[in-house]
């Protein structure tokens, strides 16, 4: 069995050395020159960051380091060099605004970015004082270093001969499937986000047990919708590792062009999908279906959905157009590795349906917790929670959360047993198909990413002019609301979000009050403002 993911990418290269791995709107990559590019970087970092090393060259912890760049196949092989180096990667998105970035840098205390001369300037206007890696400077190092293929290749060999065989990625060897592979940063109700960090194990079940599934073999060709930072995103770097697939990186503009977005799925032939619910109501909601055979997606047959609640009626168009695929629903949260429970939806879809969630992914325990710490009987309603190897490791720099969201079993009083307390509330029914029902706090889902609506409200509040506020969301029409009382015009707010949150934070319906309604108790009657977002 492999113990972390460059052991995938190199029995891959072995078989199908020729093939593309990943490929983008600019360029494409093998198996074999990912391997090569890999170890290549993966060196030159090594050799810039092996002062975390103990004296008989292991490292003694694996320690993060940053990764700032674009859309592209580099950043995917950036994250893959960071690895190979010994290290563990936290992808950070360069268009995130200012204060967000310095944020999950604060919370990475120190660690070095890598990045590219285009978005090294964010680093410089941010006024960050740390280690910065050009990747430009790296491969140019590399040869300095000595890092040429011949060398790997010589050094990979003694290697293997030890080994018994195999061409081995041989930094990345000495590693535990226990060992930290990503920081994946999620909104946090304080205003900091929250670095979850995933181990090599927990990725390889997911995506294992994904890839059963989905029936993803190595003539898939894997459309990428999700940002590369975003937890979505690990099926389209690491399904082809595994299987031989390859993986096309979407441009992210076409998801609002539907016809540019149809062209560019069937001229690639992409075969398989893993998208939040949000890329596919747009184009149902910009017309894609309005005419008859206006869909023209020959290839497509494996279809993934995750994130928030897919509309029955939205669901039904995809189907009737693509009468021949495989639709899947997905849930679950980044600290359980992507999702731990799927759905195959076995009929057409209602126009007012609400789907169930399914059942665990193979290695994933999930079940219901009531307020009291005890089992919950079926068919009546309980917190989701999650146990198994997928687990996360916690998060980063964050002890409080983590012990606070991460805790032993209390069903099981014989052995310590983590589990993840979801948030979430959920049914089980007589067919042992799982059902959500909505959220225990202040967490939603919104356009395929988790968003604390506190998060929302903290970041209004420190803005001068802006007295009371409170953040409610509408999931059959994916709309977060602001309601506030201050000077500022809707307008002011919305400017001032934007300076701080991400855009998919920003709320699309903010209404000013002279006064939010309130309950006997002083607290905010939430109820009330529901009703003003009819």
């Known amino acids: 069995m492999q113990s972390n993911v ?5 029995r891959t290269a072995d078989r199908q050395a020729e093939k593309i791995c990943y490929r983008d709107d600019r360029e494409s990559i093998t198996f074999a020159e990912a391997r090569q590019e890999v170890r290549r970087m993966g060196e030159a970092l090594a050799e810039r960051l092996e002062s975390g090393s103990g004296g008989d060259g292991s490292a003694l912890e694996v320690s993060p380091v940053a990764v700032m760049l674009g859309r592209s196949v580099r950043t995917i092989l950036g994250y893959l060099a960071v690895v190979y180096a010994g290290h563990c990667y936290a992808p950070v998105d360069a268009a995130l605004p200012a204060e967000r970035i310095r944020s999950m840098l604060d919370t990475l205390r120190g660690a070095p970015v890598l990045t590219d001369r285009e978005h090294a300037g964010v680093l410089r206007q941010l006024g960050f004082t740390g280690t910065v890696l050009l990747m430009e400077e790296l491969a140019a190092g590399c040869e300095k270093a000595g890092c040429k293929e011949a060398n790997i290749k010589e050094a990979n060999s003694k290697e293997a001969e030890a080994a018994g065989g195999g061409t081995g990625l041989s930094l990345a060897r000495g590693r535990s499937a226990s060992d930290p592979l990503y920081i994946i940063f999620t909104s946090g109700s304080t205003g900091r986000p929250k670095g979850v960090i995933t181990a090599h194990a927990s990725l390889m079940n997911y ?6 599934v989905m029936n993803i073999g190595a003539d898939d060709i894997l459309g990428n919708q999700s940002p590369l930072d975003y937890i979505a995103a690990i099926r389209d770097i690491y399904l082809p590792l595994l299987t031989g697939c390859s993986s096309y990186l979407i441009p992210r503009e076409y998801f609002m062009e539907p016809e540019r977005l149809f062209d560019c799925l069937e001229k690639n032939r992409v075969t398989a999908v893993g998208w939040s619910v949000s890329a596919f109501t747009v184009p149902a909601a910009l017309g ?3 005419e008859p055979g206006g869909l023209r997606l020959s290839a497509l047959r494996k279809i993934c959905f995750s994130g928030s609640v897919m509309p029955g009626r939205v669901l039904r168009l995809w189907q009737t157009a693509l009468p021949w695929a495989r639709f899947v629903n997905q849930y679950g949260p980044t600290e359980a590795t992507a999702s731990c429970t799927y759905y195959p939806v076995d009929h057409p879809a209602g126009e007012d349906e609400t789907l169930p969630i399914g059942v665990p992914y193979r290695n994933y325990r999930v079940f219901l917790l009531g307020e009291d710490g005890r089992a919950v009987p079926q068919g009546e309603e309980g917190e989701i929670c999650v146990g ?3 687990l996360a490791l916690g998060y980063y720099n964050d002890p409080d959360r983590t012990a606070r969201d991460f805790i032993q079993n209390p069903l099981n009083r014989s052995f310590f047993e983590r589990i993840y307390r979801t948030g979430d509330y959920g049914v089980f029914r007589a067919d042992g198909m799982l059902e959500f029902h909505g959220r225990r706090d202040r967490q939603i889902k919104h356009m395929g990413h988790r968003v604390e609506l506190d998060e929302i409200e903290t970041a209004a509040m420190k803005r001068d002019g802006v007295g009371e506020c ?13 309601f506030y009382t201050g000077s500022l015009s809707p307008r002011e707010v919305i400017l001032g979000l934007r300076e701080s949150l991400p855009g998919f934070m920003v709320p699309r319906r903010v209404k000013q009050l002279g006064a939010l309604p309130k309950l006997p108790n002083g607290k905010t009657d939430m109820a009330a403002l529901r009703e003003r977002m009819r």
């Open 207 to 212: 995506i294992e047990a994904y890839r059963e």
């Open 288 to 290: 894609a279906f309005a």
């Open 6 to 10: 460059l052991e995938w990418l190199d």
């Open 388 to 390: 198994g190897p997928v």
């Open 470 to 482: 409170a953040a409610l969301y509408q999931p059959d029409k994916e709309i977060i609301y602001l």
